[in-house]
């Protein structure tokens, strides 16, 4: 699959499992290694819900990462733990460019994607014009409650907050449908293709969710307009996902708004930038 750019604007840096626990820097040097293997120009790794060893903060990071060129960050919101986010230092981070996006854990972090209490995040994400990724559908976590992340939520805060964008992860599986419904409805929702199976595809899945998506498609239209590429590395394998995506049989064009250009529209990461992020990534390559 052969596009200007890749981007990928769905990945994390935390350990999911005791086993293969790793210090920070050793999953970024990871990071990058599959984003080379895998042609990704860009990357977006979104914080968690809470901070702890295996969970690095926001702040840790930006000590990382802030300066590579091939890296966003997305800023996990703490709502309803002990250690709750900090909203005029998060609003700093934004103001200064150092985060380009807000990620909301409804389910996991124990309250529904149309809380009232959230106001204040979406009226900072207006202010500052950034988008609100929202964990959508199944969870990893046994404990999470799913109902509060239905997709079908999403549309209430779209209606309510008409000048803030919203990304629906997950394409809100296994609600698809519902998805498509909340996209073709709001132009101000998106939604990332991240997440839809765990390590890697078997054949007959990776031929009904693929099936699946495409119904989704026919019914909100145009794909390129409102659907992102994105994986959930680490918890999702790179390389399958390219392959996956190409069993959806979407045009040029589209293809091209999928794989960055929407992605790069929505968080505002300009054509300059990546230019860099690719020139980077050769580099890399060229060294090893």
């Not at 052969?2 to 005791?18: G, M, W």
């Not at 981070?93 to 389910?107: A, C, H, N, Q, V």
């Not at 964008?165 to 599986?173: D, E, Q, S, W």
């Not at 069993?247 to 054509?271: C, D, I, P, Y």
Request: charged fraction near 30%.
């Amino acid at each position: 699959m052969a596009t200007r750019f890749l981007i990928d604007a769905h990945v994390h840096l935390n350990n999911y499992h005791e086993a293969t626990r790793r210090p920070t820097q050793e999953n970024v040097d990871e990071l990058f290694a599959k984003m080379d293997e895998c042609g990704v120009d860009h990357a977006f790794v979104i914080t968690s819900y809470r901070v702890d060893l295996d969970r690095p903060s926001v702040e840790e990071l930006l000590s990382h990462l802030s300066k590579n060129p091939r890296i966003s960050i997305i800023e996990g919101l703490r709502w309803r733990g002990d250690e709750r986010t900090d909203l005029f230092c998060m609003e700093e981070r934004i103001r200064d460019g150092w985060i380009r996006g807000i990620k909301l854990y409804p389910g996991y972090d124990k309250y529904a994607i149309n809380d009232p209490s959230l106001e204040s995040v979406f009226r900072i994400a207006e202010k500052h014009s950034i988008p609100v990724v929202i964990h959508t559908g199944d969870t990893y976590s046994k404990g999470s409650k799913v109902r509060q992340a239905h997709p079908l939520l999403v549309d209430d805060i779209a209606v309510d907050y008409p000048n803030v964008k919203f990304v629906v992860a997950h394409l809100g599986n296994p609600w698809l449908q519902d998805t498509a419904e909340v996209l073709y409805k709001n132009d101000n929702v998106y939604a990332d293709v991240s997440g839809l199976t765990l390590g890697e595809f078997t054949l007959d899945f990776e031929r009904y969710i693929a099936h699946r998506v495409k119904e989704m498609v026919m019914y909100m239209g145009d794909p390129g307009k409102q659907l992102i590429y994105g994986t959930d590395w680490p918890l999702v394998k790179m390389k399958p996902y390219l392959k996956f995506v190409g069993e959806l049989a979407l045009s040029e064009a589209q293809l091209e708004n999928v794989m960055w250009k929407t992605a790069a529209t929505l968080f505002r990461v300009g054509e300059e930038e990546l230019e860099q992020a690719k020139a980077a990534r050769l580099a890399r390559i060229e060294k090893t």
